[in-house]
């Protein structure tokens, strides 16, 4: 272990750690140290770090060897605190074992409460605290939780759908409510629940084989030793996956003096968000319930209360809010949430219990927020003066702006929609998708290519992965703070919880509402910004130009040190680009205008192209393509205005434009005079074993001259036209899989050519251009210093370039790199986020030694990782000048190289 210190106390107003501490001890302990500093008043304890998680999984689950003594002296202070002792018969010390990670992991992993409760104990907390209700009932709750986690989960203990020790005591618990005819747990008397634990004891017994342990410290370090193998419990270990947070990690363990929220009508337990976590507003934001544990807020089991009368809802304006039940409490609270936003100058989640009128916050953590609370919040937060405009620009993870352009429902659609209930509005935009009601059904219609909509009862984190597969959340129970919610808002995924009308029946299948019967496969459309649930299928809309966004990105973009260009193949998708800030086109991909709308006569000249087997042959089918090419290119010219346009040279396997439909054959067939056996075997002659290393890209130019000849041609006379009508143009001619400077040269050539023609036809001087080449072969990054005495420009295909460096297919990648990630031999799927350590360094050497060569070398990225954070900050970092993404990803490509340029900052160009 490289720190020494194992154990970090809390609490009467300092502390051994801090906030910044968050690495060793959890954002919880790091959090429950800072609120001990500052004088806000926390149930003493300490924390555990994740060193020690570290040790004990390397270990096989044990611990160093100073631990039990420093476990010992830490408890002793906190005794000392409380005024209590831990296994104490007369004054007994009860504490929490809770887990908590570096970054929160919300529900992911598990937490022991009333640990210290046993024979020794019982009798005189029952006496202390004149309520024996109180304390049997803490009691069972505490035999329920250490079965589970302790002698079931962490031991390893797989149990059959249904028998779980949990559901089984949970069964002996709703018994005894039949039996006697209580509604709710609340009913229940103490004697119910004396003879209750008894029960609970020997089914716990009956079902593990061991006896629960009535020895306060064996609780205790079966807790802290529970809370550590959580960690590679199966849906921490999902949602890490999902998150991308490294299992190295580990998670502290905090053990906190136990406060009690549910000691009677002046107890009560609450979670709040300092804003409002959905819309971002300026208000305090949460829920409460009277004469409850902590854990009966988060798990969605009762609707909570709202938390003051500002913030009520259609769920929950009956019901009393904390501001007017007990206004003594919430002021101190309300105080308290200033404090605290003002100490972070951020959002904060919060826990608190009150316990017979006193007040205790039990957690304060960085809150997540929809992409909407985010941008919302760091606008406001910069007017109140409260952050800079670099704290603003950090405070929005540019994944979340992929939300602000998602769509939401029509609002027009929305009016005469067939609404059948109303929810919470928990997670951003519209979905729209069939219904499923597990988890793996989610899961498995997902893989199938369905939209699916995950209804669930209640909120559940063992849902995790369905969640993920899910377009959208539906649930009708559960508050906003419901792990379900808080899990959604962080992904922003559209979901709504609570919508109380809705009868899920999971083992039919089937929801009911309003008289009605949705069976599974229904198609529901959820407006998860209202918290609106319509049955089929309503019209979605962007949800762009937000005036705040603008400003936003304008910030951000004063920060920046790389330009961001847009992967562009139509005017159209140019002109969406340039509205979402493009400033360039960094690859125009010429082939693309052979696929799609309105490609249907290209297409056919281009084949007539590829089959034909003289040049005079191809020559002609050429010349009739012209037309097409240069029509294409000089109106996405035109679009860009003056901004650069990187036009590359046709690039895939011929043979992929070969029609195969016989009706087709015949067609090109009578076109070119030939039979329809002479085209197939023209057809078969362009067949390849391995065409992604076969005849493409700059190999097709040097075979056939004549095909870069006719597209250089198209994009100077473009250029020379628009000059001439006054447009400013820049076009960058680019030249794909190169590997040797002398195919650049190759072409060089006839690009040189080609110029001074044009040049003579439109009696021009110039046309400002530049040639360039694509980086997509180890090769060409091995040779990047000659390649750049001919290349102006380097454009990085980091698509290729990863699957020649990894000799991974692009294309065959679904049949392996699948069970690559599950079985950990790599960290993510290389295509998608640029892998540093091996695809990084051949980027790095190319844009070194070119620049070697030529010191201004323009560089750029244009394979699909230019529009993914991680991968953008990777460019920033290797001095790129540009990146360039799909027209969507262009605002995260934005914001993320400015996060890029403010963490790391380079010089400005
Ligand atoms: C690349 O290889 O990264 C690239 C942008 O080219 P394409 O995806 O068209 O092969
Ligand atoms: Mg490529």
Sequence with gaps: MSTEKAVYFFGGGSADGRADMKNLLGGKGANLAEMANIGIQVPAGFTITTEVCTHYMKHTHSYPPALDADVRAALARVEQIMGSKFGDPVNALLVSVRSGARKSMPGMMETVLNVGLCSATIPGLVKKTGNPRFVYDAYRRLIAMYSDVVMEKAAGVEPAEGMGIRQQLDRLLDGVKKAKGYASDADISADDLQALVGQFKAKVKEVLGREFPDDPYEQLWGGIGAVFSSWNGRRAVSYRRIEGIPDEWGTAVSVQAMVFGNMGDTSATGVAFTRHPATGENVFFGEWLVNAQGEDVVAGIRTPNPLNEATKNEQNKHLPSLETAMPEVYRPLHDIRDNLEKHYTDMQDIEFTIQEGRLWMLQCRTGKRTGTAALNMAMDMLAEGLITNETAVMRVAPAQLDELLHPIVDPA??????????????????????????????????????????????????????????????????????????????????????????????????????????????????????????????AMMDATENPRFQQFMAIADGFRAMNVRTNADTPEDAAKARGFGAEGIGLFRTEHMFYGKGSEQPLFLLRKMIVSTTVAERRAALAELYPFVKKDIKATLAVMDGLPVTIRLLDPPLHEFVPQAHEERAKLAAALGISVEALAKRADDLHESNPMMGHRGVRLGVTFPEISEMQIRAILESAAELLKEGTKVFPEIMVPV??????????????????????????????????????????????????????????????????????????????????????????????????????????????????????????????????????????????????????????IARLAAAQAQLQYPRKKK
Aim: glycine fraction near 12%.
């Design 738 to 891: 190169v590997g040797m400077v002398s195919e650049l040269e190759d072409q060089k050539k006839l690009a040189k050519q080609v110029e001074a023609e044009v040049l003579a036809k439109y009696k021009m001087k110039k046309i400002p251009h530049m040639y360039g080449t694509m980086i997509e072969i180890p090769r060409a990054c091995l040779t990047a210093d000659t390649i750049a005495e001919t290349a102006e420009f380097f454009s990085y295909g980091t698509n290729d370039l990863t699957q020649m460096t990894f000799g991974f297919s692009r294309d065959d990648i679904g049949g392996f790199v699948p069970e690559y990630l599950e079985k950990k031999l790599l960290p993510v799927d290389p295509f998608q986020v640029l892998d540093r350590e091996g695809v990084g360094q051949l980027v790095a050497l190319g844009i070194k030694l070119g620049r070697k060569t030529r010191k201004k070398l323009k560089v750029g990225i244009c394979g699909e990782h230019g529009g993914e954070p991680n991968s953008v900050e990777f460019c920033h970092l290797v001095g790129m000048d540009y990146v360039s993404c799909s027209p969507f990803r262009v605002p």
């Design 413 to 538: 659609a929305e009016k005469s929609a067939d609404l059948v209930a109303k929810g919470l509005p928990a997670g951003p935009g519209g979905a729209r998708g069939q219904v499923v009601f597990t988890a793996a059904d989610a899961v498995e219609w997902a893989k199938q290519g369905k939209k699916v909509i995950l209804v669930r009862e209640e909120t559940n984190p063992e849902d995790v992965e369905g969640m993920r597969a899910a377009v959208g959340i539906l649930t009708a129970r559960g508050g906003m703070t419901s792990h379900a919610a808080l899990v959604a808002r962080g992904w922003g995924k559209c979901c709504i919880v609570g919508a109380g009308a809705l009868e899920v029946d999971v083992h039919k299948k089937q929801i009911r509402v309003g008289g009605r019967t949705f069976l599974e496969g229904a198609t529901f459309t959820l407006n998860g910004t209202r918290g609106h649930v319509y049955a089929g299928q309503l």
